[in-house]
């Protein structure tokens, strides 16, 4: 007798007569899937597959790489040059001389009347490499404003600012190979299944041969905490305390790896003083997981031959994301795990080439990782671009969530956005509303002209998307990978390359400094500025990244001629003798006390507002929410709150109700769970007017991150079901 599957009709994958495959990488998550996109005889772009020879994914995709082709022709698309004077009124067609005239004579009469800074940029983590070094370069060298930041202030400031902290220069030390070398994986605020499918299939394929514990902390029942052998469900925005309780048993037992301590860090003594503070029944009063299991935790752990951390946003989105890196940064030295396979502390970045940015932008420095605060590297890039050193600031300027502030209160009076939707993404929406309102001149450059905040705008400049255009990006593990051109931009729209070039002649006028007039020529000078540095590339090129199937850094010009090809598998920093990138070579161990400044739960709000991310969605909906295979999935937002708590609200399941915050409302349809705690719930951040009406949204004081996860709401009822309807359906664009 056959059952199930035997019984129906097996799937058919509809042949769509492909005739070309084109290489690229995926522009969504930083996972970095190497994807190649089909067109078929006409010429039309019908499909993407995952490459089977690359080592990140081997021939896998989640849900959003497979229907990755469909962004080329999806609705909302910009197509040509607009420009008005006045936000009230309608846009008008114009010519790219005209638009980006335009642009430079707004840019040169703010920065006449008010001051250099007080024209602003805010840029992304979505465009390539080679963009964000000519970015870095018009803003840097020819407009010369320090506040210059990009999105990726939301999502991974508190990682770079935490390893900087930790071990002297951003870089996450370790790879995906570690899963496979691993004793124990401590998953901290990652949802893998959801924000990085792909990693989190390596990470399962490797717990199965190997089945190695997997402690997730969250206090939400997430997905891989369903998988987990050990969930903590952590009170929220206090992972410090149970960081500080777990290192203060592992010194209390003597399980610390003495002799790495001894020979690769300073401050041991400083470190066990305060954490001698956080034994575990004090520590269970403030983050609610119990002394016993913070101590099984603890020896689990630190008696594991290799240790890996692992986090995403539930770390870095806090008043203390900073601090929370470096406590695993910590827990990390003392047991003697960085740089050795299994052994590491591993931020999971967000965006796609959110690492591109660090290492290029000149964002938060100069290109490179140098530090603007250095005289030597300021000397540096000045002679390398040819302009005076003097030119730079000496230290860094505003970050993205500084910016803003800065619009209300009159000190930044014009704002230029790359790729990015702060009217969905920050919190505090109706705050943005009335700072983007003040500005006298916002230029907004993206790939869709139905992006939320080209209402706000006085012009804006439609860009390229992903593969209408050729670059690398870097993923989570230091691997950069290359993206071909399959098709050409639509309509007018022109490559950010093209647009930052292209604007730089308005700033040139001297030709005092030279821009490559090619992606492979930036990426010629990028090769150059990396020689010798930690993040050296100066072995790669496009060419050989392609035949590589990706590359991770470092990979040096000796490395190639002395014939080494590039490593298929894992590569790490930090391996020992270790030298991290601190003067004396040492990493530092840190101490944290822990800061209770979150918004708390009270009887007005009496709910903890947590917020995250949906697998078919990709940050504000942008591209997704055009995507039919990915929206029809999570078409509307909703909200997960426990049976419990529903039950004494009166509420049902798949009802709409309204959460008001002290900030704003926000109608969202309820979703009965025990996924949540009782006294908590959960809104994906992907939608527009809906999660960021509520948060708070303080600043991590050391990454200037804002908090996302810690906030508090209460919960309405409403009678008029289909007014509720109705309204959440205006309130949401598409
Ligand atoms: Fe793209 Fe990330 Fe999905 Fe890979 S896991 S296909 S990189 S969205």
Same mark, same amino acid.
Request: proline share 5%; hydrophobic share 35%.
């Given at each position: 007798?056959?059952?199930?599957?035997?019984?129906?009709?097996?799937?058919?994958?509809?042949?769509?007569?492909?005739?070309?495959?084109?290489?690229?990488?995926?522009?969504?998550?930083?996972?970095?899937?190497?994807?190649?996109?089909?067109?078929?005889?006409?010429?039309?772009?019908?499909?993407?597959?995952?490459?089977?020879?690359?080592?990140?994914?081997?021939?896998?995709?989640?849900?959003?790489?497979?229907?990755?082709?469909?962004?080329?022709?999806?609705?909302?698309?910009?197509?040509?040059?607009?420009?008005?004077?006045?936000?009230?009124?309608?846009?008008?067609?114009?010519?790219?001389?005209?638009?980006?005239?335009?642009?430079?004579?707004?840019?040169?009469?703010?920065?006449?009347?008010?001051?250099?800074?007080?024209?602003?940029?805010?840029?992304?983590?979505?465009?390539?490499?080679?963009?964000?070094?000519?970015?870095?370069?018009?803003?840097?060298?020819?407009?010369?404003?320090?506040?210059?930041?990009?999105?990726?202030?939301?999502?991974?400031?508190?990682?770079?600012?935490?390893?900087?902290?930790?071990?002297?220069?951003?870089?996450?030390?370790?790879?995906?190979?570690?899963?496979?070398?691993?004793?124990?994986?401590?998953?901290?605020?990652?949802?893998?299944?959801?924000?990085?499918?792909?990693?989190?299939?390596?990470?399962?394929?490797?717990?199965?041969?190997?089945?190695?514990?997997?402690?997730?902390?969250?206090?939400?029942?997430?997905?891989?905490?369903?998988?987990?052998?050990?969930?903590?469900?952590?009170?929220?925005?206090?992972?410090?305390?149970?960081?500080?309780?777990?290192?203060?048993?592992?010194?209390?037992?003597?399980?610390?790896?003495?002799?790495?301590?001894?020979?690769?860090?300073?401050?041991?003594?400083?470190?066990?003083?305060?954490?001698?503070?956080?034994?575990?029944?004090?520590?269970?009063?403030?983050?609610?997981?119990?002394?016993?299991?913070?101590?099984?935790?603890?020896?689990?752990?630190?008696?594991?031959?290799?240790?890996?951390?692992?986090?995403?946003?539930?770390?870095?989105?806090?008043?203390?994301?900073?601090?929370?890196?470096?406590?695993?940064?910590?827990?990390?030295?003392?047991?003697?795990?960085?740089?050795? &396979?299994? =052994?590491? *502390?591993? !931020?999971?970045?967000?965006?796609? @080439?959110?690492?591109? /940015? %660090?290492?290029? #932008?000149?964002?938060?420095?100069?290109?490179?990782?140098?530090?603007?605060?250095?005289?030597?590297?300021?000397?540096?890039?000045?002679?390398?671009?040819?302009?005076?050193?003097?030119?730079?600031?000496?230290?860094?300027?505003?970050?993205?969530?500084?910016?803003?502030?800065?619009?209300?209160?009159?000190?930044?009076?014009?704002?230029?956005?790359?790729?990015?939707?702060?009217?969905?993404?920050?919190?505090?929406?109706?705050?943005?509303?009335?700072?983007?309102?003040?500005?006298?001149?916002?230029?907004?450059?993206?790939?869709?002209?139905?992006?939320?905040?080209?209402?706000?705008?006085?012009?804006?400049?439609?860009?390229?998307?992903?593969?209408?255009?050729?670059?690398?990006?870097?993923?989570?593990?230091?691997?950069?990978?290359?993206?071909?051109?399959?098709?050409? &931009?639509? =309509?007018? *729209?022109? !490559?950010?390359?093209?647009?930052? @070039?292209?604007?730089? /002649? %308005?700033?040139? #006028?001297?030709?005092?400094?030279?821009?490559?007039?090619?992606?492979?020529?930036?990426?010629?000078?990028?090769?150059?500025?990396?020689?010798?540095?930690?993040?050296?590339?100066?072995?790669?090129?496009?060419?050989?990244?392609?035949?590589?199937?990706?590359?991770?850094?470092?990979?040096?010009?000796?490395?190639?001629?002395?014939?080494?090809?590039?490593?298929?598998?894992?590569?790490?920093?930090?391996?020992?003798?270790?030298?991290?990138?601190?003067?004396?070579?040492?990493?530092?161990?840190?101490?944290?006390?822990?800061?209770?400044?979150?918004?708390?739960?009270?009887?007005?709000?009496?709910?903890?507002?947590?917020?995250?991310?949906?697998?078919?969605?990709?940050?504000?909906?942008?591209?997704?929410?055009?995507?039919?295979?990915?929206?029809?999935?999570?078409?509307? &937002?909703?909200?997960?709150?426990?049976?419990?708590?529903?039950?004494?609200?009166?509420?049902?399941?798949?009802?709409?109700?309204?959460?008001?915050?002290?900030?704003?409302?926000?109608?969202?349809?309820?979703?009965?769970?025990?996924?949540?705690?009782?006294?908590?719930?959960?809104?994906?951040?992907?939608?527009?007017?809906?999660?960021?009406?509520?948060?708070?949204?303080?600043?991590?004081?050391?990454?200037?991150?804002?908090?996302?996860?810690?906030?508090?709401?209460?919960?309405?009822?409403?009678?008029?079901?289909?007014?509720?309807?109705?309204?959440?359906?205006?309130?949401?664009?598409?």
């Amino acid at each position: 007798m056959l059952f199930g599957r035997k019984q129906k009709n097996p799937i058919k994958i509809a042949d769509k007569k492909i005739t070309s495959w084109t290489y690229a990488t995926c522009g969504y998550c930083s996972t970095g899937c190497a994807i190649e996109i089909g067109k078929n005889e006409n010429d039309e772009v019908v499909g993407t597959r995952g490459v089977g020879g690359a080592d990140v994914n081997r021939g896998k995709l989640c849900v959003k790489g497979i229907f990755e082709h469909e962004l080329f022709d999806a609705a909302g698309r910009g197509d040509t040059p607009l420009m008005r004077e006045q936000t009230n009124q309608d846009f008008k067609k114009t010519s790219w001389d005209d638009a980006l005239d335009h642009t430079a004579s707004e840019i040169k009469r703010i920065q006449e009347k008010y001051g250099r800074d007080s024209f602003a940029i805010v840029s992304t983590g979505q465009i390539f490499t080679e963009e964000f070094y000519t970015l870095g370069k018009l803003t840097r060298g020819l407009i010369g404003t320090n506040n210059y930041d990009g999105n990726t202030t939301l999502c991974m400031a508190s990682a770079v600012s935490g390893y900087k902290r930790s071990f002297g220069l951003d870089g996450p030390p370790g790879c995906y190979e570690d899963f496979s070398h691993t004793d124990c994986l401590m998953a901290w605020g990652s949802n893998l299944p959801e924000q990085h499918p792909i990693i989190y299939w390596r990470m399962k394929e490797a717990k199965e041969q190997r089945d190695f514990p997997l402690i997730v902390i969250d206090p939400r029942v997430t997905m891989l905490a369903q998988f987990a052998d050990i969930h903590l469900a952590v009170n929220p925005g206090t992972d410090v305390v149970l960081q500080n309780a777990l290192m203060h048993v592992i010194f209390d037992e003597g399980l610390e790896d003495k002799a790495y301590i001894k020979a690769n860090t300073k401050g041991i003594k400083a470190l066990r003083e305060e954490v001698a503070k956080y034994d575990p029944t004090t520590a269970y009063k403030i983050c609610g997981i119990d002394e016993d299991t913070i101590r099984n935790v603890a020896r689990l752990y630190a008696n594991a031959g290799t240790a890996m951390n692992i986090w995403t946003m539930g770390i870095n989105q806090s008043t203390h994301g900073s601090d929370g890196v470096v406590g695993l940064n910590n827990l990390s030295l003392i047991t003697g795990n960085i740089g050795k &396979p299994g =052994g590491t *502390s591993l !931020s999971i970045t967000g965006q796609c @080439n959110a690492m591109g /940015t %660090r290492e290029w #932008s000149s964002c938060s420095g100069l290109p490179g990782y140098r530090y603007l605060e250095n005289a030597d590297e300021r000397q540096e890039i000045a002679d390398f671009w040819g302009i005076e050193e003097s030119f730079f600031p000496k230290k860094r300027g505003m970050a993205q969530t500084d910016i803003f502030p800065a619009i209300e209160t009159g000190e930044i009076k014009g704002l230029w956005l790359v790729a990015t939707n702060p009217m969905t993404s920050m919190a505090n929406t109706p705050r943005i509303r009335k700072i983007l309102d003040k500005l006298e001149f916002l230029v907004v450059q993206d790939a869709y002209v139905d992006m939320e905040c080209v209402e706000y705008a006085h012009t804006f400049l439609p860009a390229a998307v992903w593969a209408e255009k050729e670059g690398v990006m870097t993923n989570t593990e230091r691997r950069v990978n290359m993206i071909r051109k399959v098709t050409e &931009p639509v =309509g007018e *729209s022109k !490559s950010d390359f093209d647009i930052f @070039n292209e604007l730089a /002649t %308005r700033f040139n #006028s001297e030709k005092k400094i030279v821009f490559p007039e090619t992606p492979a020529g930036a990426f010629e000078e990028m090769r150059e500025l990396s020689k010798g540095r930690l993040l050296d590339i100066s072995g790669m090129s496009h060419e050989l990244i392609e035949k590589s199937r990706g590359i991770q850094w470092p990979y040096t010009e000796e490395q190639l001629a002395n014939g080494e090809a590039p490593p298929k598998g894992g590569k790490r920093l930090y391996t020992e003798p270790a030298t991290f990138s601190f003067a004396d070579g040492l990493a530092k161990l840190i101490p944290l006390p822990f800061i209770d400044n979150n918004e708390r739960p009270d009887a007005a709000f009496p709910f903890w507002l947590n917020s995250g991310r949906l697998v078919e969605h990709f940050h504000t909906r942008t591209r997704t929410g055009k995507v039919g295979n990915n929206n029809k999935y999570s078409p509307i &937002p909703f909200m997960e709150i426990s049976p419990d708590a529903a039950k004494e609200l009166g509420i049902e399941h798949q009802s709409y109700v309204r959460c008001v915050s002290r900030r704003g409302d926000a109608v969202v349809m309820a979703m009965l769970t025990h996924r949540v705690a009782k006294d908590a719930v959960f809104i994906p951040f992907h939608f527009f007017d809906c999660v960021n009406r509520l948060t708070l949204g303080l600043l991590d004081p050391h990454s200037r991150q804002p908090a996302f996860k810690q906030g508090a709401i209460r919960i309405e009822k409403i009678e008029d079901q289909e007014a509720a309807a109705r309204m959440n359906k205006e309130m949401r664009t598409y």
